[in-house]
């Protein structure tokens, strides 16, 4: 929605109009709407023809032929699988590739994909075609924007979308947080009553509800000068939940009624796969609306069309009362609790089917609590606002309004919204229009502390931070950290790890720039890292001038647009800086390591390191080199042990040294195995992803001893065990080895490269599943090759029982349902899952190790509809997984959303993960 004010207007209330926003609104229709869903969606060749898609203006070079607006949500509502939505929760979603063509989520793999940021832009860009088109004199880029986003947005999603609005042409425009720009509207409307409005109000909680997400502030109202002075004080976490949950679960409970209508009897009710999910809840939605409605009829029907020719004839229906939806909805999301009654944390929610991180518990009410508890020294509201479409239903608005006067034992006051719809595009107006200073204002500055954080032993966030950014801090005001020196190298990146709170937490006062916290109990959340690489003049002729250090400090900033700016100072010439920026793609999530400091004898295991590979030293007794493993593991303990904060600094030790390697084949096989070693498993520390570009230009040079089996091996156990931090690029490149070494000439791949590592079939194995950023049809390629060497046993047919435990655990792994660190975007197909899976249960288990083990993994619940086996195939996994005897906890990822174990992370990675080291995905 859009709304603006000419200038020279002043500050009347008719001086913030809404734009309409030319759309087609049927095939080759197009009408002018005050609100443009959205959504896009991707016909099929042909499903459209060349007029029906044509808009008043030419169409953009980069034009896919994407519908967008309301013909989108209509073609969605009628054809699954093509339909785009909820990209701005996309944005926000960190254990996803937000850059990556992800779209529509589950989708077929002929349907055409985009990012969440692409897509987003795309939306921006139409809204900035239409008014170009009617606004030619005055094209929106040259106008003063505002761009309104979740209050909860953390940092780097608000990068994300800054970014989407330059892709869309908008390179100049600010964030506003939307719960601001409600009450902003608000008190823009009342602004000359406003003392008066305003007399018995000292705190407003806004509480808006949209599409996907639940936004959380509190406005502090103070009289200065008898006129009311308004400040937000706080904003709640980050919340995946709202009117697309809601319809999500009717969509639920309408598969549930057409499943017992079809199924027959002593069979599992039929599941909708994704793309008819998503359909059938485009439908929900609007059956939603009506019923929940002041003048809700007594009941509603949704009907879900067939498929292709059957588009009209396979349609059925279900029908919901207006009393059902009123508790399944109201009830349900809204519910009447006490006061100090918090979020239920429960291990998996109904309502994660799309691939996004929904919250655990859908009552919002709850939420609610726990963010009035968290800020209970900022008093008890006295006046609520209620924004966003979901309280365009009447039952939905009185509830959360008696809810919350019921906890304070008094009537909470409601500041009257007339229409929840536009208020965020009229208040991001009346917002700029204040900053003119006509209008009143909502000052606040940042919404969050941040923190860098500091290493101390512990892992996670319990662990030291030093305040970088106080909350409340003025936009455009820039804070160093004064008293606080880094040394940075020349040549090489730097990569600080940050934390942001929206909390003092009980009993802590808001730190100050350059105060040393404990994040444990502030309920810290991780940001990605910031780094830059520190470019300086260097002096070639002087020795070890590259890589000489400079003192820095840090000084951080809330920038006018509403995003964090963090730069690095050269302590003895502030006026030499470099930007910090987020790094915001390719970065595999995981706790942080135990980081204790380097044990007393390091620098004795560094010596030990130099005496075997140091340039000094060209004619080491071979002796020294059977004995270093053994030397290391006597000074610094049993390497099982070796926490990443020690592996780390040991990889630096052997990389400065890598030269070394080549002097013997003994040399050679050492390095490897102990580099592998040491990185493994290519991420989890801040200089990971540089560590990685300086190890990678080696495999192209391939080992100099490669007739010594045991060199070739420790090659490929390396590139295994440090794959999590290569990209899809380097990934596939070592696929093409892959296919060579085990396929040879039937891979098609050419002649065999002269420098290629012979690898062997258990190595190679490991390998090739281990790189779970190939393209998902690779993954399906290899699997299917493997199955065919299993299916003859599957059938009885097999002159042997399977003995090759590794092929059964590589096709657990490339059909898993979770990746360990890849986007989950990556996954193969259910379908391919499936089918893969059958074979597995035709084995007899006895008689092939590891056939439980990837039946597991490959059947083991992720809680996406896009990724999940249907339920029936789960339970016979269950069954055989029970008939086995296998742990109970095989059986627990199977049947509900759990975290993988010490033990199952071991299995799955085939190393152990450094002690510390926790996948978070």
């Not at 662990?463 to 820039?478: I, M, N, R, T, W």
Request: hydrophobic residues 45%; contains cysteine.
């Amino acid at each position: 929605m859009v709304a603006f004010a000419p200038v020279k207007a002043g500050a009347s209330r008719q001086s913030i109009r809404l734009f309409d926003i030319d759309q087609l609104v049927a095939a080759g229709e197009v009408a002018a709407r005050p609100l443009l869903p959205s959504v896009r969606y991707h016909p099929a060749a042909g499903e459209l023809a060349a007029g029906d898609t044509t808009l008043p203006w030419p169409p953009a070079t980069t034009d896919d032929g994407a519908v967008i607006g309301m013909l989108a949500r209509q073609l969605g509502a009628q054809v699954p699988g093509r339909l785009v939505t909820s990209a701005k929760s996309w944005l926000s979603h960190a254990a996803v590739d937000r850059l990556a063509d992800i779209l529509p989520w589950g989708a077929p793999a002929d349907v055409p994909k985009v990012s969440p940021v692409a897509a987003s832009a795309s939306t921006l860009a139409h809204v900035r075609a239409a008014w170009n088109h009617h606004h030619p004199a005055q094209p929106l880029e040259q106008q003063e924007l505002v761009l309104t986003v979740p209050a909860s947005f953390d940092d780097a999603a608000r990068t994300l979308t800054l970014q989407a609005a330059r892709d869309a042409g908008l390179p100049t425009l600010r964030l506003l947080e939307e719960p601001q720009a409600a009450l902003t509207d608000w008190l823009f409307r009342h602004r000359k009553t406003l003392r008066e409005d305003l007399a018995d109000t000292r705190l407003v909680l806004v509480c808006d509800v949209g599409g996907g997400t639940t936004d959380l502030s509190l406005v502090r109202v103070d009289l200065q000068d008898d006129e009311p002075r308004l400040e937000r004080i706080a904003v709640g976490r980050h919340l995946m939940l709202g009117g697309d949950n809601m319809d999500l679960a009717l969509a639920h409970l309408a598969e549930t009624r057409l499943g017992q209508a079809e199924a027959r009897p002593g069979q599992a009710q039929p599941r909708l796969g994704a793309g008819q999910l998503a359909q059938l809840v485009e439908r929900c939605r609007a059956v939603k609306e009506r019923l929940l409605a002041a003048d809700a009829p007594a009941s509603a029907s949704v009907t879900l069309l067939g498929g292709g020719s059957r588009l009209v004839g396979g349609a059925r229906s279900v029908e919901f009362t207006r009393d059902e939806v009123h508790a399944l909805i109201v009830d349900g999301f809204f519910p009447q609790g006490a006061a100090d009654e918090g979020p239920r944390r429960e291990r998996a929610s109904g309502l994660v089917s799309f691939g996004l991180p929904y919250a655990a518990d859908a009552a919002v009410t709850r939420h609610v609590s726990a963010f009035l508890a968290q800020h209970a020294g900022a008093g008890w509201p006295d006046a609520v606002l209620l924004n966003g479409g979901v309280f365009r239903a009447h039952a939905i608005a009185t509830r959360l309004q008696a809810t919350l006067s019921g906890w304070s034992g008094r009537p909470l006051r409601l500041l009257h919204n007339d229409d929840p719809d536009v208020a965020v595009a009229r208040g991001a107006v009346a917002h700029a229009l204040a900053r003119r200073g006509l209008a009143p204002r909502i000052t606040g500055g940042s919404p969050r502390s941040y923190f860098l954080q500091l290493d101390d032993g512990a892992g996670g966030l319990a662990k030291p931070g030093v305040c970088l950014l106080p909350q409340g801090s003025e936009a455009g005001h820039e804070l160093r950290l004064e008293g606080r020196r880094f040394a940075l190298r020349v040549g090489e990146p730097v990569r600080f790890h940050l934390a942001a709170t929206t909390a003092d937490g009980a009993g802590h006062a808001t730190p100050a720039a350059g105060d040393l916290v404990d994040l444990a109990d502030r309920d810290a959340q991780a940001l990605p890292p910031l780094a830059t690489v520190v470019r300086a003049d260097v002096r070639a002729d002087v020795p070890g001038e590259g890589r000489r250090e400079i003192p820095v400090q840090l000084a951080a900033m809330l920038t006018e647009v509403g995003t964090l700016e963090v730069h690095c100072l050269a302590a003895d010439d502030p006026a030499q800086r470099w930007q910090l920026e987020f790094q915001l793609r390719g970065e595999p999530t995981a706790g942080a390591a135990a980081t204790a400091g380097l044990p007393p004898r390091f620098d004795e295991a560094v010596a030990c390191i130099e005496r075997v590979f140091g340039a000094r030293l060209r004619d080491a007794d071979p002796k020294a080199v059977k004995q270093l493993r053994p030397q290391l593991e006597a000074l610094l303990g049993h390497r099982e042990r070796w926490p990443t904060a020690l592996l780390r600094p040991l990889f630096d030790a052997l990389w400065q040294r890598h030269r070394g390697r080549r002097r013997s084949a003994d040399h050679e096989r050492l390095w490897l195995s102990l580099a592998g070693w040491c990185l493994r498993p290519g991420f989890g520390d801040a200089l990971d992803g540089w560590r990685i570009e300086q190890l990678w230009p080696l495999f192209e040079q391939g080992v100099q001893h490669g007739h010594e089996a045991q060199v070739n091996s420790e090659w490929w156990t390396l590139w295994r065990r440090v794959a999590g931090g290569l990209d899809e690029a380097a990934q596939s490149r070592l696929l093409e080895d892959f296919a060579f070494n085990l396929r040879g000439a039937e891979a098609g791949l050419g002649e065999r490269p002269a420098r290629l590592v012979k690898g062997g079939w258990d190595e190679m194995l490991r390998l090739g599943a281990s790189l779970e950023r190939v393209p998902a049809e690779h993954k399906v390629e290899i699997g299917d090759w493997l199955l065919q060497r299993l299916r003859p046993a599957a059938a009885g047919t097999g002159p042997r029982p399977v003995r090759d435990p590794w092929t059964l655990w590589a096709l657990g792994r490339l059909g898993a349902r979770v990746p360990l660190y890849g986007s989950a975007h990556g996954v193969v197909p259910i379908e391919t899952a499936q089918a893969w899976l059958d074979v597995l249960l035709a084995l007899d288990w006895k008689q092939a190790d590891g056939a439980a083990a990837a039946a597991a993994n490959l059947a083991r619940r992720s809680g996406d509809r896009a990724r999940d086996l249907p339920p029936e195939v789960s339970e016979r996994v269950v069954g055989r997984l029970q008939s086995h005897g296998v742990p109970a906890a095989w059986i627990d990822r199977v049947r509900e959303v759990v975290a993988l174990d010490e033990a199952a992370e071991r299995s799955l990675f085939g190393d152990a993960l450094p002690p510390g080291l926790k996948l978070l995905h």
